[in-house]
């Protein structure tokens, strides 16, 4: 029988949670890396054993770790060997070197700081890992600062996509409250070259040339609180989804709207409809049915938390515009969780599994697209990612 692994990442380690295609009795594995932040992990498409972890730590810097055992055992590609407890800070395992000019020795270029000055670019951690579709050895990294990182030998040695930073725009990128990050990496199943990525606070961008040369895709997007709103660059991207099946169409959730592409990002347009508020961090198309997408509002950008005390996650069948809650089994009091961005995913089983995590430690699942929805696991330290591997 078909099975699912889900994959979380949480403030204090990582957990994987096995169930077969029923999805009803869940596993507990965990916690893998117990009080490192783990901010991603994902599996290969084409090995699902081989699965990539981003495991960070502000005293111990930045380690990648790879399983070829669908998470049973771990290792640092590159060999290198874990901290000890209570040892001094060492960041060896940063392997992230910005690319720098050949004529100068010096950054490629900077980026607009909070005050408006111009800032070298700082490496500070990995948000987002997203393996080949065609390649176990082939991982692409998102980091902050805000690059693109591509290795093609398992995770030891890594290479930065610098055309993406060198972009004219990059001395116009400035970090959103939460830093400045490379949170979303799509790969277009139907197009090898192309790929799709958003940063925040910089917007979404795409290369067509397998990532020598990248173009913002942010037209269309409105944000108040840049001097240009319809500005080419410096909108807050959330996040960016997309059903594989149909790859020119893009889901997009802002900071403030939720948004739609069907020119692969060449122009948007907002379909928030009647959600209660259209801020939020994540956003997800089921597997199977390219029209229907899934969003957690929050109450604002100051308050993240779920409006009313009340979990609830939207569902429009129509593509956006059209929104009905979804709450069985979900909380429906005194609920003050959020729901970040790289915390949703879905299974490919029928009926497609819909799962996400929240800052209280809870994992919901969905065995039914969302018609109703019961905790998987309680009590976690606060969840960072969520990611879903099917399994045969």
Same mark, same amino acid.
């Given at each position: ?5 889900? *994959? ?8 994987? *949670? ?6 009803? &009795? ?13 901010? %991603? ?25 790879? =399983? ?59 948000? %987002? ?27 030891? =040695? ?5 055309? *993406? ?6 001395? &116009? ?114 597997? %199977? ?26 569902? =429009? ?60 696991? %309680? ?11 099917? *399994?045969?």
């Amino acid at each position: 029988m078909s099975g699912v692994r889900v *994959l979380v990442g949480t403030r204090k380690g990582a957990f994987i *949670l096995t169930a077969d295609g029923k999805r009803e &009795k869940w596993d507990v594995s965990g916690p893998h890396f117990a009080g490192w932040e783990m901010y %991603h992990l994902k599996g290969s498409p084409v090995d699902p054993n081989c699965i990539y972890a981003s495991q960070t730590s502000g005293w111990y810097g930045q380690m990648i770790q790879r =399983s070829d055992d669908g998470g049973k055992t771990w290792r640092t590609p590159g060999g290198e060997k874990m901290p000890e407890p209570g040892a001094p800070p060492t960041g060896i395992a940063n392997k992230f070197s910005y690319d720098t000019s050949p004529e100068t020795g010096k950054p490629l270029t900077t980026h607009q700081f909070y005050d408006g000055t111009q800032h070298p670019w700082q490496f500070k951690r990995v948000w %987002h890992l997203e393996p080949s579709l065609t390649d176990p050895d082939v991982v692409y990294a998102g980091i902050e600062d805000a690059a693109i990182f591509r290795s093609t030998d398992g995770a030891k =040695s890594w290479h930065e996509l610098a055309g *993406l930073r060198g972009h004219g725009t990059g001395p &116009k990128w400035q970090p959103g409250a939460g830093g400045m990050c490379l949170h979303t990496i799509i790969l277009d199943p139907s197009n090898p070259k192309r790929i799709v990525i958003a940063i925040s606070a910089a917007g979404a961008f795409r290369t067509d040339d397998g990532g020598e040369t990248w173009k913002p895709i942010n037209k269309g997007l409105h944000s108040q609180y840049i001097p240009d709103p319809n500005a080419e660059v410096g909108h807050c991207v959330h996040h960016v989804a997309m059903n594989p099946k149909r790859p020119n169409t893009l889901f997009m959730q802002k900071h403030w709207d939720v948004m739609r592409s069907d020119d692969a990002g060449d122009s948007w347009k907002e379909v928030s409809g009647n959600l209660p508020t259209d801020f939020g961090f994540v956003i997800d198309v089921h597997a %199977h049915e390219p029209e229907t997408i899934y969003v957690v509002p929050i109450k604002s950008d100051s308050e993240h938390f779920v409006p009313e005390g009340k979990l609830r996650v939207y569902r =429009s069948k129509a593509g956006g515009n059209e929104w009905e809650a979804l709450t069985k089994g979900l909380p429906q009091s005194n609920c003050y969780v959020n729901v970040l961005r790289d915390a949703m995913a879905v299974d490919s089983l029928d009926k497609c599994g819909v799962y996400f995590g929240t800052s209280g430690g809870q994992v919901y699942a969905s065995n039914d697209a969302g018609n109703s929805w019961n905790a998987i696991v %309680h009590d976690l330290p606060a969840v960072l990612s969520v990611e879903v591997q099917t *399994l045969k």
